[in-house]
């Protein structure tokens, strides 16, 4: 089950989408569903990443297929900033996901 927030990983863009609830998430993931690619992942605030793709809406990431590491997500979180040009990425560092999400959260 996706804990939330979970942050849109969209392949071949570097920033992030920040979905809070899982409203939140239906709104982006119908605005986006049709341009979702095979890559396309939301990852959860466990780091649990499911795979997006255009589907009827109750089976929408419904089983996880691969855990990202706080490192692998810290390292999407600088990029993510670092493509937005708002802070020095090496500064960013957490001691957890949720607190990462968090960075997300206040910078949009």
């Given at each position: 089950m996706?804990?939330?927030?979970?942050?849109?990983?969209l392949?071949?863009?570097?920033?992030?989408?920040?979905?809070?609830?899982q409203?939140?998430?239906?709104?982006?993931?119908?605005?986006q569903?049709?341009?979702?690619?095979?890559?396309?992942?939301?990852?959860?605030?466990?780091?649990?990443?499911?795979?997006?793709?255009?589907?009827?809406?109750?089976?929408?990431a419904?089983?996880?297929?691969?855990?990202f590491s706080?490192?692998?997500?810290?390292?999407?979180?600088q990029?993510?900033?670092?493509?937005?040009?708002q802070?020095?990425?090496?500064?960013i560092q957490?001691?957890?996901?949720?607190t990462l999400?968090?960075?997300?959260k206040h910078?949009?």
């Open positions: 996706i804990q939330f927030p979970a942050i849109f990983k392949s071949g863009q570097d920033e992030l989408l920040l979905s809070e609830t409203s939140n998430f239906m709104q982006h993931y119908q605005l569903q049709s341009y979702l690619l095979p890559d396309d992942l939301l990852i959860d605030s466990t780091g649990q990443a499911y795979s997006l793709k255009p589907c009827p809406l109750e089976t929408v419904t089983k996880a297929v691969k855990e706080l490192q692998e997500l810290t390292a999407l979180v990029t993510h900033f670092f493509a937005s040009a802070t020095c990425v090496t500064k957490a001691p957890d996901i949720k999400f968090s960075l997300l910078s949009s």
